[in-house]
């Protein structure tokens, strides 16, 4: 059974940092593309980055480029999200996903995991 576990969320005020962890289960995250999405109050979920699974190239929204960065850790099976100079604008659910192995970028395919609340706030 596949399982994404997300951590690290909390309160943060503006322009602090956090990290977000994406530990797997029941797959070796290594072998596929992982992003992360994020779901504001009464918005939809964006995507905010990924690594791509056709060739583990990243990518990032314009609203985060230059702030966040994605990273892995393979030996435990572990995505990253290291978030930089957040903004009140940062607030929001964030999730990690699976990449669906058709997507040439950041579209998410079947595996989620519960989300991890980030507020940015002073």
């Known amino acids: 059974q596949v399982q994404l576990v997300e951590s690290g969320g909390g309160w943060v005020q503006p322009g602090e940092s956090l990290r977000l962890s994406c530990t797997a289960s029941?797959?070796?995250?290594?072998?596929?593309?992982v992003g992360w999405f994020r779901q504001g109050p009464g918005e939809t979920r964006d995507k905010i980055t990924c690594?791509?699974?056709?060739?583990?190239?990243?990518s990032y929204a314009d609203s985060v480029k230059g702030r966040f960065t994605i990273s892995r850790d393979n030996d435990k099976n572990t995505v990253y999200l290291q978030m930089d100079r957040l903004k009140p604008e940062d607030t929001a659910v964030y999730y990690c996903?699976?990449?669906?192995?058709?997507?040439?970028?950041?579209?998410?395919?079947?595996?989620w995991g519960q989300g991890t609340q980030v507020t940015v706030s002073s």
């Open positions: 690594f791509r699974s056709t060739d583990d190239s990243t």
């Open positions: 996903a699976i990449i669906s192995d058709y997507s040439d970028d950041c579209d998410p395919g079947d595996y």
């Open positions: 029941g797959l070796y995250l290594r072998y596929y593309g």
